[in-house]
């Protein structure tokens, strides 16, 4: 019984590739909007995946769905997009972003001194908050906040779950460049959230 | 250049910490492996401080929703801008067939 359902599940043929944007495109779609919070660039990495799985039909195994295939080439190349995005600025560029930042952890830190503005206890109801679409568009609101470089790094740590020095060398990046990045989008992340999302619960 | 706060700065936290010290290490737990030094300033922190507790369970949380981003979006439906547009559709379908 667990093979022949794993062969109907997984069948090792793809299909006509004149029904994949019908059939994936919304789904390639939503996943690069997530990462790429643009809708340009989004429907153009959809396209780009398309193609790439045209070209790389034979690469196909059929040890996964189609889906999770072209998924997984459209991870790479959003984050083909990352890093060029990092490559093509220039070094004191990036540490002016370090600088920024810290001063922005500071102006977070700052706000946190006042009593008004202390983090709240908000322990969200997981499974409720996850299938709220409106919690979504609060998140995506906040997350368009970041600075761009911010949110890139910050979607391959989260959304993507790479560790620290992947993403670094991905980015050519320092650790400390990153960890920043990291620690004040989480700051940002869970003011805007608190402003937005719990205190109006 | 101003050099930004150290944050693999050799000199080991001093175990009472500031909010903005313990902040840091509870972000830092997610990266690497704190020192025992570390871990112990910041639980100590943490003991004390509900505000840094607080801070440290929202972006825990924050955290596990990321983590189940696509299970959202296997399991809500898109709204219409979270979908591609007709004419988008349209021209990947165009270009696709000129290749």
């Known amino acids: ?201 | 250049m101003k050099t930004p706060d150290n944050w693999e700065d050799p000199t080991p936290v001093p175990i009472v910490t500031s909010c903005k010290q313990a902040a840091r290490l509870v972000s830092m737990s997610f990266e690497r492996r704190l020192t025992v030094r570390e871990t112990l300033s910041m639980r100590i922190h943490l003991m004390m401080c509900k505000t840094c507790t607080f801070y440290g369970r929202q972006i825990t949380a924050l955290r596990t929703i990321f983590s189940r981003h696509e299970e959202v979006l296997s399991n809500t439906p898109a709204s219409d801008d979270e979908k591609l547009s007709d004419q988008a559709k349209q021209r990947i379908k165009c270009f696709l067939s000129k290749h």
């Not at chain 1, 060029?84 to 930042?101: A, Y």
Request: with cysteine; hydrophobic share 35%; aromatic share 10%.
């Open chain 1, 1 to 201: 019984m667990g093979m022949k359902n794993k062969n109907t599940l997984y069948p090792s043929t793809l299909s006509d590739p004149e029904t994949w944007v019908e059939q994936h495109g919304d789904y390639l779609f939503r996943y690069a909007m997530m990462r790429l919070r643009n809708k340009e660039f989004a429907e153009n990495m959809v396209q780009e995946t398309f193609l790439a799985a045209l070209k790389g039909k034979k690469s196909f195994s059929g040890r996964s769905t189609e889906r999770t295939w072209m998924v997984g080439i459209l991870k790479h190349k959003i984050i083909d997009h990352y890093r060029k995005d990092f490559r093509e600025r220039p070094v004191t560029d990036l540490q002016n972003l370090q600088f920024e930042e810290e001063q922005t952890v500071d102006q977070f830190y700052d706000a946190m001194e006042n009593p008004r503005k202390y983090p709240k206890d908000w322990m969200p109801d997981q499974q409720a908050v996850l299938s709220s679409k409106e919690f979504w568009v609060v998140l995506h609101g906040c997350m368009d906040k970041l600075p761009k470089t911010t949110s890139s790094a910050f979607a391959m740590r989260e959304l993507d779950d790479m560790d620290t020095p992947e993403i670094c060398k991905e980015l050519g990046i320092s650790s400390t460049n990153l960890w920043v990045m990291l620690h004040r989008a989480r700051l940002q992340l869970r003011e805007c959230l608190e402003r937005n999302w719990f205190e109006k619960k």
